[in-house]
């Protein structure tokens, strides 16, 4: 018997002699799953605009890595062909993920071209594409991807927390101190707990005397039973990381994110075994990848992920997976994202139980809010909406006042 190059292999029969499972393989084929032009889900995308936002920030936002004063966020709307509308937004952290608003808005077109026409429940045939197409650009990706999510959702007539196959939960996030001074931080963290807020995470990363002076004068600030954290961006070496974490062993952080360099997993391990106080990944962990491999080398306590490095809530849904095998929890945090885009990572965080912490404090700094509908704080927790998909949007006199580009079917 000859076999040819489609040669078929029909499933083997089961006990009852039927054939229960009427699966084909085409050897060295690739054509196991093809799309069913007759299903009646067969809602595409038939429109796309990218909208350029300038957000200003109340004051100057420093971290170990950067100073940022405003920033400029790209938003995806989808129409679909129900008329339905889905929105995205990009917010762009050049020094983590290396995308500005100038690449995002090169960026953009190409990626509507694979988005548009396709089905709306198959996001992740678009993910799959988008990747395909485009290497790297994961903060306008995340764009889309959020889009679609919405879409999707609205669709299902759920909220984007139930789509997920999650509950409506509130949650404690933090409010996020900048560097500066140690009597400057230490004001400003007082401020955000007479607001309301119940957690505190604080920008270090400079050095050992001025990183460990910031910690005491916030937690003398805030008092002792606020959950404080401190995210170094990569600021310190090996020994600083140690010598930061061994001298304030006494003020009870609950966990340090990222002391050393984004690629160095062996020192993140090393900071890991030499302190008492657990070590979260957040420029270490891109992707569900990145999860896997400080999973296996035993490097950190906790995975912080954010949609604009995952490229999306597809792969985020994978870190945590990741996260859960390996018996870490995760955190969701942001960039600069307005009440949208914080939203959107609201309800991932409503529906993943094993995303423990929220850093979704972003919009606070923004001197406007030009999201209607959307979560909201009260008393330092995140409460999200009910309606269908996001459940936020742009308002119409806003993006009246953008630059908007159109790419049409
Ligand atoms: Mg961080």
């Known amino acids: ?64 890595l950067t100073r940022t004063e405003s920033t400029t966020n790209l938003f995806v709307r989808l129409t679909a062909s129900d008329g339905q509308v889905g929105w995205g937004e990009a917010s762009p952290s050049p020094a983590i993920t290396g995308d500005t608003a100038a690449t995002m808005a ?24 988008m990747r395909a197409r485009m290497v790297g650009q994961t903060t306008m990706r995340s764009a889309f991807d959020m889009a679609l999510y919405d879409l999707a959702a609205r669709q299902a007539g759920l909220p ?18 900048g560097m500066d001074t140690p009597k400057a931080m230490a004001e ?38 606020i959950p404080l954290r401190i995210d170094a961006n990569q600021g310190w070496d090996v020994p600083a990381a140690i010598a930061v974490l061994t001298q304030t062993e006494d003020v009870g952080i609950e966990y340090c994110e990222q002391p050393v360099r984004r690629g160095n997993i062996r020192g993140l391990k090393q900071v890991r075994d030499s302190v008492a106080i657990p070590i979260m990944a957040d420029e270490s962990v891109f992707d569900h990848h990145d999860a896997l491999r400080l999973a296996a080398a035993e490097a950190c306590d906790y995975l912080n992920i954010k949609f604009s490095k995952s490229s999306g809530m597809w792969v985020g849904r994978k ?19 307005t009440r ?68 049409l079917a």
């Open 106 to 129: 090169a960026a953009g077109p190409a990626l509507a071209e694979v988005i548009l026409g396709r089905t709306v429940s198959d996001i992740g045939g678009a993910v799959r594409a």
């Open 160 to 177: 984007l927390y139930a789509y997920l196959g999650g509950a409506n939960r509130s949650f404690v996030t933090d409010n996020t101190v």
């Open 340 to 407: 949208l885009g914080l939203t959107a990572a609201a309800h991932f965080i409503s529906a993943h139980p094993i995303v423990r912490y929220a850093d979704l404090d972003s919009h606070v700094d923004h001197t406007l809010d030009p999201v209607e509908g959307g979560m909201e704080i009260h008393r330092g927790r995140v409460v999200i909406p009910d309606g269908p998909g996001i459940g936020a949007t742009l308002s119409d006199d806003f993006v009246a006042e953008c630059e908007v580009e159109d790419v």
């Open 319 to 337: 870190i945590a997976a990741v996260a859960e095998a390996a018996g870490m929890a995760c955190m969701v945090g942001c960039m600069s994202e």
């Open 188 to 225: 400003t963290a007082r401020g955000f707990v007479a607001a309301g807020f119940t957690a505190i995470k604080a920008k270090v990363g400079e050095g050992v005397r001025q990183d460990v002076a910031r910690i005491r004068a916030i937690r003398t600030a805030i008092g002792p039973a």
């Open 1 to 64: 018997m000859v076999l040819g190059f489609a040669a078929l292999i029909r499933a083997p029969a089961n006990s009852t002699g039927t054939r229960a499972i009427a699966r084909w393989r085409v050897a060295g084929g690739t054509d196991y799953l093809r799309s069913n032009p007759t299903s009646r889900h067969r809602v595409t995308v038939t429109g796309i605009s990218i909208i350029r936002a300038e957000l200003p920030f109340h004051a100057p936002f420093r971290i170990s």
